[in-house]
């Protein structure tokens, strides 16, 4: 059964930076194409990566873009986001998931584990 374990959240000011691992339980994450999506207060989830397993290229939403890399260890069971220049509307629960396209720039996540939360103050 695919479990994720999403950690690394925490509080911090605009502008600073926060690393979210996903550690991927009794598989590798080289399996799969995976990414991270995000949960805020009010708002509808947003999709905000995808990496496919095949070339490895990467989507990234718009409102990440430039700010937001994800980078996986060599053994694969382990995926970061790394996140820099962080805005008060980054706050959310954050998920990594196994994703796939359905459309333009369109995403779906399944299997995702219990989130980590970050918050940005303003």
Known sequence: QLQFVESGGGLVQAGGSLRLSCRASAFTLNYYDIGWFRHSPGKLREGVTCRSKSDGSTYYADSV????????????DTEYLQMSSLKPEDTGVYYCAVCRNVGQDEYEYDHWGQ????TVSS
């Open 65 to 76: 873009k430039g700010r937001f890399t994800i980078a996986r260890d060599i053994a694969g």
């Open 115 to 118: 989130g980590t939360q970050v």
